[in-house]
Each structure stands twice: as structure tokens, then as C-alpha cells.
């Protein structure tokens, strides 16, 4: 295939690859090399290091390293062959996650998804080489993964693909690679699971990253969603950590939708980052659009107080505006859901019963909410009682209704040795309980 100008274009076919499925998102190279021209440009000359991709999808970052590693490694050993020997059995690592993963990525590494035939670049006594696929099992407790939050039915057996990733399992790195260290990890790992019924994702990338940074390495480039910067199901306790974690040496903000997967919708945009041990400091944070770097600031991430700013430049707008002193609007509204107990559950009615528990807040609609707490008396009748159990908190029992009622009050902190009024805490809003008579 020629090009205007007569250049001659070589197509790379991991341009082709497809979503494979809706957790596994193939890295473009292009996208690769910009993220491994984040790392110190010392590491590439140092024959000793170790890298690491352990979840392999294409293969496309260790081939990418190795294509490096080829070129910048030639001084330190000018034979080729005994500096590509060096560089495939003893610097790159990986493991795929799944059996067919496993496939494309040494196909794209080692020219060959077999690694002891005659047709890998380097020839390996297992035919998987040192990028295995490696099984792993679900750790279920009450129909649900401990580890991954993966529901139950997706363990279907028969050999079929359960989604439960070596890397946070406990199955990789094996027992054979015990005492290993590795220097350099880089990977885009999974980004979701389905949950309840494939009607709800789930985040699972959080983990890979917690993961990988216990391993300790030196240094340390993933791709993630970048919704945790405010957001997102269950990762409070993750963007606190990253925030206030000072090894963060660089971070790239992709903020347009499609700009780094084509084609594949990732609401938020994406991020990737450099951890470095040896980093301990302020991050150099940088805006990537359409390819390009559009802005750049070295910043504190604490900044954001308890979320992660994502515009450079509203950090001084920010510090300008504190500097003034005034009291923070957070001060002046109130939660919508004081306690997370809402006014439309089941069963509600807009006038309280004669036995009812009112909670009054103070926002946009004035004051009332009226929360029922019992319906019916005698054996057999039909209660609902205000406590909380699995976060739905009506519950029905059958039974003595005054029972029920007072369950309700003692799970709204209600007793009939209070006094008749009040007030709630920080927890959830500003607004009072008030017993009525």
C-alpha cells in the first residue's frame, strides 16, 4: 500500500481487532506507544529490568516493548539474535485473560500462538511461552465473587469462560514464578463485569490497579475510565486513595468521547497514569485530545477536595477563591435523601396514618416528608417497618402492628424516653425528627 508522496504504509492488523466483549477493550498502538512514552527514558537501555502485562488482550504492549527494547538495547549487545533471546525469555512478561486472548497476544508477540514451534521468533519449551493463560476460580459467598462481585451464574462450567481474572484472584503470578520481582507493569485491564442478572455493570479496573500496586514495582502505566475522578458504583475508597497517593508521577486526562477506542462508548473518557515508587510529589497532569497534549500543569491532586479536577485550569480559579475564606457552599444544602431514606417507597401515602413517623427536611420543596411506619394491628395483620436491611429499608412482616411500630421508630433513633423533637446530625442533611403526638 503506497501513500501520497510514495511512502510505502504498512497496515498493523491490532488496528483491526474489535471490542471482544464488553469488559475487554483492545489497546490501538497508537494508543500503546503513548502511553509507554510516559516511562523514564533511562529504563528502555537497562538489559536487567523485568515487564510485566498481566492482562493480555492483543498483545500489543509487550510487542510494542520489545520493538523498544530491540532498538535501544543494541549498544549494550550488538548481536541481534542474542540480544532478541535476551529481550523474549527474560525481560517480557504477561498473562492473558482468556484462553482466546491468550492466542492473539503471543501471535502478536512471538509471531506464533504456538512459542515452542518452529515458527516463534524465539523458540520456548511451552508452547505458551512466558504469557500463559491462566485459570482462575470465583471465591462465591452468598451467590456473589468476594473478590470481583462477579454473581454467581457466571461460573457455568464445561470449560466455559467465567470471567474470573488471574491477576485478582490469587492465581497469577503462579507458585513457579515465586520470588519474582517485576519492574515495570503496563496493561488496559477490564474494565466492568455484568451483575444482577446482565442488567448492571459493575467497576472491577479499581482492582487490577490496587493489584498491580502491591506488586511494587518500579514503575507503573494503566489505562482506566476516567469516572472514578467523581464518581462511579463503589469507588469512593479507590479515588480517595489515588488522589491522595503521591506516586502518581504523570497522569494524561482523554476527556472526548471515542478519541482513544473508536467505536467503543466510554462515557467520561479514559486516563492513564505513571506510578513510580520513587516518586513523591506533586502530578504532572496533562489534557490529550484528538492525540495532541493541550494542557499541562504540575499540581497537587488533593486539590479537588475528595474529588479529582480534571481542567487545569480551574486549579487557580480555585485557589483564588479559597484564599478569599469564605465558607464553603457544601454548608448551605442539604442531601436529597437525608440517611438515604427516601419518601416514595412502597406503601407511602401522602397523608400520614394516625401512628406515622414524620421526617422534616429542609431543601427546595419546604418541609414534610411523611414516612409510614406501621398499617394494621392483631395477629396477622400487614406492617411495614422503617429499618434498614440490604439497603431497602420497607420491609412487610406479619404480625402485631405496635411491634412494628416501634421498630420503625428505634431504627429512626425515635424512643419513648426522647424528647419530642430531635435534631439530625451531619450524616445526611440539615433537617429535624419530629415525634408527633
Not at 520456548?124 to 451464574?153: I, M, T, Y
Not at 427546595?364 to 400487614?382: P, V, Y
Request: hydrophobic share 35%; aromatic share 8%.
Amino acid at each position: 500500500m503506497m501513500r501520497a508522496g510514495g511512502k510505502r504504509h504498512v497496515p498493523d492488523i491490532l488496528d483491526c481487532l474489535a471490542q471482544l466483549s464488553n469488559d475487554e477493550v483492545p489497546t490501538p498502538p497508537n494508543l500503546a506507544r503513548a502511553m509507554l512514552d510516559v516511562l523514564p527514558e533511562g529504563i528502555w537501555s537497562n538489559p536487567e529490568l523485568r515487564w510485566l502485562d498481566p492482562f493480555c488482550k492483543s498483545g500489543v504492549f509487550l510487542r510494542e516493548i520489545a520493538s523498544r527494547l530491540l532498538d535501544s538495547l543494541a549498544e549494550w549487545e550488538p548481536d541481534h539474535v542474542k540480544r532478541r533471546e535476551h529481550i523474549y525469555r527474560n525481560m517480557l512478561f504477561g498473562c492473558s485473560i482468556t484462553e482466546m486472548t491468550g492466542h492473539i497476544a503471543r501471535r502478536s508477540l512471538y509471531y506464533s500462538r504456538d512459542a515452542s514451534g518452529t515458527h516463534s521468533v524465539v523458540k520456548f519449551d511451552s508452547d505458551q511461552g512466558n504469557l500463559p493463560f491462566v485459570p482462575a476460580e470465583h471465591r462465591f459467598v452468598k451467590g456473589r465473587c468476594d473478590v470481583c462481585g462477579a454473581p454467581e451464574d457466571l461460573e457455568r462450567g464445561g470449560g466455559r469462560e467465567n470471567y474470573a481474572y488471574a491477576f485478582i484472584h490469587d492465581a497469577f503470578p503462579t507458585k513457579e514464578m515465586d520470588g519474582m520481582s517485576f519492574d515495570v507493569i503496563v496493561g488496559n485491564p477490564p474494565y466492568q463485569i455484568d451483575s444482577e442478572g446482565n442488567t448492571r455493570t459493575m467497576p472491577i479496573y479499581q482492582k487490577f490497579v490496587e493489584q498491580a500496586i502491591r506488586l511494587n514495582p518500579r514503575h507503573l502505566v494503566m489505562i482506566t475510565p476516567s469516572r472514578w475522578f467523581a464518581g462511579g458504583l463503589g469507588l469512593d475508597h479507590f479515588r480517595a486513595t489515588m488522589v491522595a497517593d503521591r506516586h502518581i508521577a504523570k497522569m494524561v486526562d482523554n476527556p472526548k468521547l471515542f478519541d482513544c477506542f473508536p467505536g467503543v462508548e466510554i462515557k467520561g473518557g479514559v486516563s492513564y497514569f505513571l506510578w513510580s515508587r520513587d516518586h513523591d510529589g506533586d502530578c504532572e497532569f496533562s489534557t490529550r485530545i484528538d492525540g495532541e497534549i493541550t494542557s499541562t500543569l504540575v499540581r497537587d491532586l488533593r486539590d479537588g477536595e475528595g474529588v479529582l479536577l480534571r481542567q487545569n485550569e480551574a486549579i487557580p480559579v480555585l485557589k483564588k477563591i479559597r484564599a478569599k475564606g469564605d465558607p464553603s457552599v457544601a454548608h448551605r444544602i442539604s442531601s436529597q435523601a437525608p440517611f438515604e431514606l427516601r419518601s416514595n417507597f412502597t406503601g407511602s401515602k401522602k397523608k400520614p396514618d394516625a401512628d406515622a413517623v414524620k421526617l422534616y427536611i429542609r431543601g427546595r420543596g419546604g418541609l414534610g416528608s411523611a414516612l409510614r411506619t406501621a398499617e394494621g394491628a392483631g395477629d396477622g395483620g400487614l406492617v411495614q417497618g422503617l429499618h434498614s436491611e440490604g439497603g431497602r429499608w420497607p420491609r412487610s412482616h406479619p404480625g402485631d402492628g405496635s411491634r412494628h411500630a416501634r421498630r420503625g421508630r428505634s431504627a429512626l433513633g425515635l424512643h419513648d424516653d426522647l424528647p419530642r423533637r430531635r435534631k439530625l446530625g451531619n450524616a445526611g442533611g440539615r433537617g429535624e425528627l419530629r415525634r408527633l403526638p
